[in-house]
């Protein structure tokens, strides 16, 4: 598995995080085949690299309630 440089990423707060602030989730788009996430309360504990088809059918599930 390769290393993946995020350090100069932009992230952005998911529309599916808290909107009171307390669970915000964060992904960055600058990769088209893959969806770094991280949590917003502890981004020095690195991100989670999900593949975006992997993470679309998460979004999904999460859509249907599943």
Known sequence: MR???LSGVTWRKSS???TSGGDCLEVSDGFPSLVPVRDSKAPARGA???QAAA???FVDGVKRGG
């Open 16 to 18: 599916y995080s808290n």
């Open 48 to 50: 989670l690299v999900f």
């Open 55 to 57: 993470w679309a059918a």
């Open 3 to 5: 290393a993946i440089d």
